[in-house]
Structures are given as C-alpha cells and as structure tokens.
C-alpha cells in the first residue's frame, strides 16, 4: 500500500499543505531603515523611494521610463488611454482576465486570436489573421513568464501600422535573446503582487521608451492632473505608495538569484515528470529564459491515464496545491462572452484551457518539495485505473 496515491487511502505525502506560491520578501532588517524614514518623514506617498525604485527599474530594463502605478491592471488602462488606441485590439483570451477588462474598461473592442499550444502565447500567425480594419494594436502576453514572440509579432504590427503591447504581469525574471523583457514594442505593463518575482506588495510598472506615453501615465495616475490642479484629461488614482516602492526596491535586488532557482526548480520537474507519458511542458525558445510566474503542463489524460480535473483532485489529496490556469478562459467568462468568436479559431486556447494544469513554484523552493511533488504525480500515473474508477465513484455518490 506504501505506493498508492493518498485518494486510495494511503497517507499523503505531504503533511500540510504546498501552496502553490510563497512570496519571497526581503527581510525586516532590510527594510528596517526605508521603513522609518517614511514614518519619521511623514512622506507615504510620492517621495523618494518611489523615484528611486522607478530609476532602479529603468536601468534594469534598459528603457527610458518605468512609470510605477497602484496595479498592471491600472498600467494597461493609462497605457491603451495614452497611446490613442481606438476600435479592435488582438488579444488572447488564453490569459488572465485583466489583459481584457483594461481593454474593455478603454472602450476598446477586444478580438480574441489564438496562441501558439507549445509556447502558450500569442500566435503571430492568428493575431495578423485576426487584424479587421478597426484594429489599432496588438496585445500580448508573456504567458507564465515564457517571452512572447515579439520579433514576429513586431513584424506583424508594423506590416499593419499597429501599437504593441505587452502584459508583462509575469514578465520580470524573463528574457528575451539575452535581454530582459521590457524595452521592447510600445509599453510593457508589470505586475508587483506578492505572486511574482519581484514583490511590492501590490503595484505594478509600465516600462516604455515613448516620451509622450511616460508623461500621460505619470498625470493619468494622479487624475490627469500635472499639479496645477486642473485635469488635463480623465485619470484615475493609480500611485504607488512609498512603503510598496521600499518594498519593491529591495524586492529588485534579489530578483535574478530568484529567477535562476526557478529555472533550477522547474529543471527537476522537468527532468522527473518527463519520465512519464502524456505530460508536454512549456516550449521555451533557446535564447531566451522563461521567469516561471507559473510552472504548467499540458496534459494528454489517454497517455497519462488521468484526466487534468482528477489529477488534481489527487494531488489535493497529497496536500498539494494546484490551479487550473485559464479555465474559463476569457472568452468564456460572463463579461466578455458576446465579444467571443466561433472556437473553431480558437482551438489551442480551449486545449490548453481544458488541460493545462499549474504546480506549486516559488523562489526559494527546496529540492525535496519538488521531488516530493514529483513522486505524487508518478504514483497517480501507476495507479491510474483505480484513481480514475475511486473518483468517479464518488462523483457519482454525490449525485445521488
């Protein structure tokens, strides 16, 4: 009984749950000094973290500008505001749903195109297929971290006169040819939650190299107003605040130490959850490094023996945490489904949605959590018949 899964009853090999991310933070003696010269100052807002931790992230990225905001999600309004777009935007719907509400919230009309099913982003192909006569841009996503074909889609944009841009929510860590993602099209916008790499509490970055963008974010996260008091245009509330900049400031020095204890953690599940059929893992291109936000495979429930939805009933019985990323996905959600086109252009999206299952990753995960994680998986797959046959028992209990 030693080798049976914890869903037959043997005991789970975890005894408490692995969450599926733990931020790594800086600790109290690294923030002990910005911490009180914010409170003995009295400076919250606005003051000089904030624009140290914006002239950090510049550098960093090799761009002009990193504008710092209150979310991604709030980068991508004031950017899609200031860069003009009008009409229809290419976008995935194989993404989280902030990628598409900041469209909508723009008053922009979303056009779902499909992604590539090996690297999980944007295809170039169906995003040109998907250009109708309204569109002004392109959005695309570095998906779970994987880079976006940005040379390609570059292409495709200029070839149609369109701005690009990049939900870079999962994006710092990552690079592209050897550099790291954010200079690159017209705006990048980051995510800072406690999920990613580089923390700030909440927040968010919008990196650019376009002068007139930088200076509508920086107005357009105070209202649209330049100090003068009086708006320039309809902003919003969307500033950092200055213990969230200390934060991310000091977040910003270990970022590349986490990102190469990813790579190295996403190696061992590479190397152990390869040994088995039926699992594909995200394709990388060779040049470029994958930060990791999110460690998910594609799943061939025939191969494997297991359907996605069972595997991770399983697991959860192993006190292993997974999520089911993106199902739905957009164009299926309630808010933007008279938006969705037939799925029959769609095809990767729903395979990917229906199939893809995420694992338990954060940066400073240790080699036995991993493995541990890994030996679930594999005696799921030995027991595949009897796990398969013990849930749809009790789904079908719970029915009656």
């Known amino acids: 009984m030693s080798n049976q899964p914890a869903i037959l009853g043997n005991a789970p090999i975890f005894d408490r749950k692995v969450n599926i991310v733990r931020p790594q933070l800086p600790s109290m003696d690294e923030m002990q000094e910005g911490v009180r010269s914010i409170i003995e100052t009295g400076m919250v807002t606005k003051g000089k973290f904030l624009r140290e931790f914006e002239e950090a992230i510049a550098a960093h990225l090799g761009v002009n500008h990193a504008v710092a905001l209150s979310s991604c999600t709030t980068g991508l309004m004031?950017?899609?505001?200031?860069?003009?777009?009008?009409?229809?935007?290419?976008?995935?719907?194989?993404?989280?749903?902030?990628?598409?509400?900041?469209?909508?919230?723009?008053?922009?009309?979303?056009?779902?195109?499909?992604?590539?099913?090996?690297?999980?982003?944007?295809s170039p192909e169906a995003a040109e297929a998907a250009i109708t006569p309204n569109t002004s841009a392109i959005v695309a996503v570095h998906n779970f971290g994987n880079p976006a074909e940005i040379e390609a889609l570059q292409a495709v944009a200029d070839r149609h006169g369109l701005k690009l841009i990049f939900d870079s929510a999962h994006g710092f860590g990552a690079l592209y040819r050897g550099v790291p993602v954010g200079k690159q099209g017209d705006a990048h916008s980051f995510s800072l939650s406690p999920t990613k790499l580089l923390i700030a509490g909440e927040g968010g970055i919008v990196s650019t190299n376009n002068d007139a963008l930088a200076d509508h974010l920086r107005k357009g996260r105070e209202y649209g107003n330049d100090g003068n008091y009086d708006s320039a245009f309809a902003g919003i509330n969307a500033r950092m605040p200055e213990f969230n900049a200390l934060l991310g400031l000091k977040s910003l020095q270990g970022l590349e130490g986490a990102a190469q204890r990813r790579n190295a953690t996403v190696a061992i599940y590479r190397r152990e959850m390869g040994k088995l059929p039926g699992i594909e893992f995200q394709r990388v291109h060779p040049e470029d490094r994958n930060s990791y936000r999110e460690f998910s495979i594609l799943l061939d429930a025939d191969a494997f023996g297991v359907s996605r939805d069972h595997l991770a009933q399983a697991l959860t019985a192993e006190n292993i945490d997974t999520r089911k990323y993106y199902d739905p996905p957009v164009h299926r959600q309630t808010a933007y489904r008279h938006f969705a086109p037939d799925e029959s252009v769609l095809p990767n999206t729903v395979l990917l949605a229906e199939n893809s299952l995420s694992f338990p990753l954060w940066s400073n995960m240790e080699e036995e959590t991993a493995l541990g994680i890994c030996e679930a998986v594999t005696r799921i797959h030995q027991h595949a018949e009897d796990v398969t046959k013990a849930l749809n028992q009790a789904r079908n209990a719970s029915a009656v």
């Open 78 to 122: 004031l950017s899609y505001q200031g860069l003009g777009l009008t009409g229809d935007v290419v976008v995935p719907s194989f993404t989280f749903m902030a990628s598409v509400s900041s469209l909508v919230w723009a008053g922009l009309r979303p056009v779902f195109a499909d992604v590539d099913a090996g690297t999980t982003n944007l």
